[in-house]
């Protein structure tokens, strides 16, 4: 990445923040005024944060590449199609530490526990407890981290 795209893509993160974050690649926030984030966090290509009711990310978070937290949505356990289907919004809180894999999507409501991993591509329609590892559609939890000895089975 040349040098002055890697300026103006720290800029855009400051500009958009009001903070520092180490910005990887191009992205959006729809609604900025709605999103929190931390110290250290890194923002990868892609990554689309929508910030309708609110969305918090803690200190040192990995947003992967083209990951989603969408604060709002239609509402997966109603009815099939838009007449009817009821609309959802509540608030999206990532923890310390966590890392959202690359096309991972996090629905709204969903807390994302410190130093937890998100896998790639999963889709997050729950909370993921603290020091796990989640993946799949919808994800569910396949490994618990080891503070100790790193990831354990």
């Known amino acids: ?3 002055l795209k890697w300026i103006l893509l720290q800029a855009k993160g400051w500009l958009i923040f009001r903070r520092r974050a180490v910005v ?4 959006t926030v729809s609604n900025p005024r709605n999103v929190r984030i931390g110290n250290n966090v890194r923002i990868n290509h892609g990554v689309f944060l929508l910030g309708r009711t609110g969305i918090t ?7 992967s590449a083209r990951c989603m937290l969408l604060d709002a ?30 096309g991972a999507i996090i629905l709204p409501g969903v ?5 937890s991993i998100v896998g790639a591509g ?14 799949g559609n919808p994800a569910r939890v396949i490994r618990v981290i080891d503070s ?6």
């Open 148 to 153: 100790q000895d790193g990831i354990s089975a």
């Open 1 to 3: 990445m040349g040098r």
């Open 24 to 27: 990887f690649g191009d992205f």
């Open 111 to 115: 807390s994302v526990g410190k130093h």
């Open 57 to 63: 990310v803690g200190d040192d978070v990995v947003l």
């Open 73 to 102: 949505g239609l509402d997966s356990h109603s009815s099939v199609g838009l007449e009817a289907g009821r609309h959802v919004d509540r608030p999206i809180h990532v923890d310390d530490g966590a890392w959202i894999g690359a």
């Open 122 to 135: 999963s889709i997050v329609t729950g909370d993921v407890p603290p020091g796990t590892v989640v993946a």
